[in-house]
T-cell receptor
Framework: DVKVTQSSRYLVKRTGEKVFLECVQD?????MFWYRQDPGLGLRLIYF???????EKGDIPEGYSVSREKKERFSLILESASTNQTSMYLC?????????????FGSGTRLTVV | SNSVKQTGQITVSEGASVTMNCTYT??????LFWYVEYPSKPLQLLQR?????SKNFGGGNIKDKNSPIVKYSVQVSDSAVYYC????????????????FGKGTKLSVKP
């Protein structure tokens, strides 16, 4: 019954590497989101997308980019990973047919940059 | 502007009732969601309060309104982080708006 799938549960990458975090949803949702979750800071929005090939910056987009070539897939890209990007990354999706239905979340990817 | 505030941490004993507050400010038509995060599990939706449920029609300029979640007779297994999420739409029935998380309340239940 998996609905939002994040490709990796744990990742360890080196400083300067290009990192791809993948997210796939099978609910035909229009909207997809990437958050990072840090102790004491809660969830902060990095990027979101309302449609294929569309993207909008969230609250903390610096150092990240995204790609949405297909409706079901939303990728988060760290162009040159840094240690301050060590965090838990959460993907979520929601439908525009009822903005007030809330998110469905993935299980998260815990990224460590060394 | 929109905002959401939550108490950082609550510790109670098993069997107690606990109220976790979510104080929000809305400039449009708000929907409040409560999510729970258990260790190593995805965030799960607990409840949703829409404008209709709260009988708070009219919209706009709601300041520091509290929309708490109450758990009765809590167990150790209820220990988790509880997040409040504000969905704020500029107009009813639209497909756009802001989604704003609180920083979460960590509930610890002692045996």
């Amino acid at each position: 019954d998996v609905k939002v799938t994040q490709s990796s549960r744990y990742l360890v990458k080196r400083t300067g590497e290009k990192v791809f975090l993948e997210c796939v949803q099978d609910m035909d949702h229009e909207n997809m989101f990437w958050y990072r979750q840090d102790p004491g800071l809660g969830l902060r929005l990095i990027y979101f997308s309302y449609d294929v090939k569309m993207k909008e910056k969230g609250d903390i987009p610096e150092g990240y980019s995204v790609s949405r070539e297909k409706k079901e897939r939303f990728s988060l890209i760290l162009e040159s990973a840094s240690t301050n990007q060590t965090s838990m990354y959460l993907c979520a999706s929601t439908t525009t047919k009822g903005f007030n239905y809330g998110y469905t979340f993935g299980s998260g990817t815990r990224l460590t940059v060394v | 502007s929109n905002s959401v505030k939550q108490t950082g941490q609550i510790t109670v004993s098993e069997g107690a009732s606990v109220t976790m507050n979510c104080t929000y400010t809305s400039t449009g038509y708000p929907t409040l969601f409560w999510y729970v995060e258990y260790p190593s599990k995805p965030l799960q939706l607990l409840q949703r309060e829409t404008m209709e449920n709260s009988k708070n029609f009219g919209g706009g300029n709601i300041k520091d309104k509290n929309s708490p979640i109450v758990k009765y007779s809590v167990q150790v297994s209820d220990s988790a982080v509880y997040y409040c999420l504000l969905g704020d739409q500029p107009c009813l029935g639209g497909s756009q708006g802001n989604l704003i998380f609180g920083k979460g309340t960590k509930l610890s239940v002692k045996p």
